[in-house]
T-cell receptor, first 110, second 115 residues
């Protein structure tokens, strides 16, 4: 059974600080990894994907992948109250169906 | 910017009734998906669809469920005889197979309430 694990939180971060969200996965053969943001009552919104070891930056967001340790993380710099949401880690399985973590609830405190 | 659309946004139905949830994927995408999310729980994969046939389905997607692409734009999910436990948000997603990571884009969802 392929699994994706996330700390459910909530993770509380002061405005302007760096928020760090982590995800571990069980399938050592996984090749690509996705971070989605989900506001309450809304659909998942793709933020970033990563498939190479190391860091990938996009604006205030940085995804980090360590395949040897089977974890992927998302850093949000200069956190804003609008970043308050649940962040979902997703890993493709077979023909691209996504296996989802339960999500980490992030709260940015003004 | 192209987006996935879904109708209706909210559907209330009685147990045992049939419902059809509709989706219009992004126009140049070729893979289509349905996911569901029960309130407070994980997103769960239901089915993927490519080249006019189901490519994968989960254990949740039993005989009560079916999908169809009736024309060049719509993608539907039918639940034949709804149960209370079918109450959830249903998300349609689509992806373009030549994209860098085959990333999936989601519609706004249909909230299904079975009473």
């Amino acid at each position: 059974q392929k699994e994706v694990e996330q700390n459910s939180g909530p993770l509380s971060v002061p405005e302007g600080a760096i928020a760090s969200l982590n995800c571990t996965y069980s399938d050592r053969g996984s090749q690509s990894f996705f971070w989605y943001r989900q506001y309450s009552g809304k659909s998942p919104e793709l933020i970033m994907f990563i498939y190479s070891n190391g860091d990938k930056e996009d604006g205030r967001f940085t995804a980090q992948l360590n395949k040897a340790s089977q974890y992927v993380s998302l850093l949000i710099r200069d956190s804003q109250p609008s970043d308050s949401a649940t962040y979902l880690c997703a890993v493709p399985h077979s023909n691209y169906q996504l296996i989802w973590g339960a999500g980490t609830k992030l709260i940015i405190k003004p | 910017e192209p987006e996935v659309t879904q109708t209706p946004s909210h559907q209330v139905t009685q147990m045992g009734q049939e419902v059809i949830l509709r989706c219009v994927p992004i126009s140049n995408h070729l893979y289509f998906y349905w996911y569901r999310q029960i309130l407070g729980q994980k997103v769960e994969f239901l089915v993927s669809f490519y080249n006019n046939e189901i490519s994968e389905k989960s254990e949740i997607f039993d005989d009560q469920f079916s999908v169809e692409r009736p024309d060049g734009s719509n993608f539907t999910l039918k639940i034949r005889s709804t149960k209370l436990e079918d109450s959830a948000m249903y998300f349609c997603a689509s992806s373009e197979p030549l994209a860098e990571a085959h990333e999936q884009y989601f519609g706004p969802g249909t909230r299904l309430t079975v009473t």
